[in-house]
């Protein structure tokens, strides 16, 4: 029970299950998605492990094991819940900003991997010609994801200064 058990709990539960099957049909396992997806939603900072079984009606070991990868992937942080030896797993607001960091430097390995299978295929050979374009897919990646988060880190920055006027009083 997310939010105490008031009536927005039908509604909560229909959330978590509707923006983890939105995830799982891009690629994520549908347990983590699940995990993440009641963390994103829980009212307070973290649930615990025991909390997320509960909510989900699942076992301590798909609990488990959904967490391990979340946080292998930066989707979540564990903490420690004060006086307890319980983990608190949380999904900060910047989960999405962290797992695009780790995509960067996995397009680096990406783009070194196509870059040796251009030079062992040879560059006109067909398979060395379909590298070649996703390399320049690649480094055109590479070179534009850092500034979008750049600009996403000032904006997010002065929102939370107050200072983004924009669509406020109209001088924005």
Do not use: H
């Amino acid at each position: 029970m997310l939010d105490g058990g008031t009536a927005a709990e039908p509604a909560v539960a229909e959330f978590v299950e509707r923006f983890a099957s939105s995830m799982a049909a891009s690629g994520l396992p549908r347990m983590a998605s699940r995990v993440f997806a009641t963390l994103m939603a829980a009212p307070s900072r973290g649930l615990t492990a025991a909390q997320l079984k509960d909510t989900l009606g699942v076992s301590a070991g798909a609990v488990s094991g959904a967490v391990r990868w979340l946080a292998q992937v930066g989707f979540i942080t564990r903490s420690t819940v004060a006086g307890t030896r319980q983990d608190l797993y949380i999904a900060e607001s910047d989960s999405f900003v962290n797992l695009m960091v780790q995509d960067i430097r996995a397009l680096r390995s990406w783009r070194n991997d196509l870059r040796d299978g251009v030079a062992a295929l040879g560059a006109d050979s067909p398979a060395g010609r379909r590298m070649a374009e996703a390399l320049e897919f690649f480094e055109f990646l590479e070179g534009e994801l850092p500034g979008m988060l750049d600009r996403w880190q000032e904006l997010r920055r002065r929102r939370r200064e107050g200072r983004d006027g924009a669509g406020r009083d109209g001088t924005g």
